[in-house]
């Protein structure tokens, strides 16, 4: 078995083969995940060496599973996300790259899993039972202790398409250049006169501006295009431009520099 998938099983099985007793209506699927790895983690099945669905009956033999290839393709370009309620901070850096990150800190797994497969979600948990569900469609297990790693590993595996500043990292709308003059009522006079390039969320309508985090963030931004790009680099798949960012010059008025979106 593969390492990156060996360490999903328990302790005193991950060395050599290892050995399960399956009932005789077991599909293969059933067996993989019985072992403990979710089939979202798996690309490919071979019993004794002949390729395989997860559908098939189980029989006698040695099964060989392949991981997920990165970049993994998600079922929409650019990706959707719907992320487990342990990963709001993760929810927040996707947002902060312009990825559709949806997020509820109150879902149940029976509501993550149905907005997954209805909104064709790539559904990110740490949570393998979650994954296991025979309802989910795309799911990733999310590797890493902290959302910097998590962050890291989601960008790894999908490689997206990146369009920082364009989404409310609050509620994942998108964001739209704003004047000083539409928001100056919602800003402390402090920031009304320090700052000059504003924009708005569109859902909830959260004023966004280059304040004292942005530094912060913007390493955030730098280690995330440096992260796909060493992806798409590895793979090698042609580096794609990012579809849209928003500029915020030094004077004047944010501007959106959108370009047509292309997808494929
Ligand atoms: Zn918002």
Redesign the pocket.
């Known amino acids: 078995m593969p390492a990156e998938l060996r360490f999903l099983l328990p302790l005193a099985r991950r060395g050599g083969t290892v050995p399960i007793l399956a009932a005789g209506t077991d599909t293969v699927g059933h067996v993989v995940q019985a072992a403990g790895i979710p089939l979202t983690e798996v690309s490919s099945l071979a019993m004794d060496g002949v390729p395989v669905r997860s559908s098939a009956r189980a029989v006698d033999g040695v099964l060989d599973l392949t991981p997920v290839v990165r970049p993994q393709r998600p079922p929409t370009s650019p990706p959707r996300f719907l992320l487990d309620v342990h990963l709001g901070g993760l929810a927040r850096r996707l947002r902060l790259l312009g990825l559709d990150a949806a997020y509820h800190a109150d879902a149940d797994d029976a509501a993550l899993v149905e907005q997954a497969a209805v909104e064709e979600r790539v559904l990110l948990s740490q949570d393998r039972g979650l994954l296991r569900r025979r309802a989910v469609l795309a799911g990733a297990l999310v590797r890493g202790a902290g959302t910097a790693a998590q962050l890291d590993d989601v960008l790894d595996r999908f490689a997206p398409p990146l369009a920082p500043w364009t989404r409310?990292m609050?509620?994942?709308?998108l964001l739209g250049p704003v004047s000083l003059q539409e928001v100056a009522t919602q800003l402390e006079p402090g920031t009304r006169f320090t700052y000059r390039d504003f924009a708005r969320?569109?859902?909830?309508?959260?004023v966004y501006w280059r304040g004292a985090h942005a530094a912060r963030l913007e390493r955030v931004v730098a280690r995330a295009k440096d992260v796909v790009h060493s992806r798409l680099v590895s793979s090698g798949a042609a580096v794609a431009q990012p579809l849209c960012e928003l500029a915020f010059p030094a004077d004047g008025l944010v501007t959106d520099t959108c370009s047509p979106r292309q997808d494929g």
């Open positions: 409310c609050s509620c994942n709308g969320c569109a859902e909830c309508g959260r």
